[in-house]
């Protein structure tokens, strides 16, 4: 069974930081690629960013370029997302999802999903 465990969720002032894993499971993780996406209260879903575990390439949305990484450690099947100088409006639930390579930003292009975990950046 496929699982990928979100935690590091949690609130922080603004310009503070914090850091999200993501633990899979159920598959082999490398040839794959893992997406952090973001859900703000009435707002649709953003693709945050993105790294194929293979290669390492990543991908970043603009609005989180200069502040936000992500890595990954194959050994341990898991992805990160460190998160620095939050701003309110990263405020949202995380999610981490696994798919091919080739994924692209677009929710639809990923196989498996987890649970959020919240984030809250404070003013």
């Known amino acids: 069974e496929v699982q990928l465990q979100a935690s590091g969720g949690g609130l922080v002032q603004a310009g503070g930081s914090l850091r999200l894993s993501c633990v899979a499971s159920?598959?082999?993780?490398?040839?794959?690629?893992i997406a952090w996406f973001r859900q703000a209260p009435g707002k649709e879903s953003e693709g945050v960013s993105s790294?194929?575990?293979?290669?390492?390439?990543?991908v970043y949305a603009d609005s989180v370029k200069g502040r936000f990484t992500i890595s990954s450690d194959n050994v341990k099947k898991t992805a990160y997302l460190q998160m620095n100088s939050l701003k309110p409006e990263d405020t949202g639930v995380y999610f981490c999802?696994?798919?091919?390579?080739?994924?692209?930003?677009?929710?639809?292009?990923?196989?498996?999903w987890g649970q959020g975990t919240k984030v809250t950046v404070s003013s």
């Open positions: 999802a696994a798919g091919p390579e080739g994924a692209t930003m677009e929710p639809s292009s990923w196989w498996y």
């Open positions: 159920g598959f082999a993780f490398d040839g794959y690629a």
């Open positions: 790294i194929t575990l293979t290669e390492g390439r990543t």
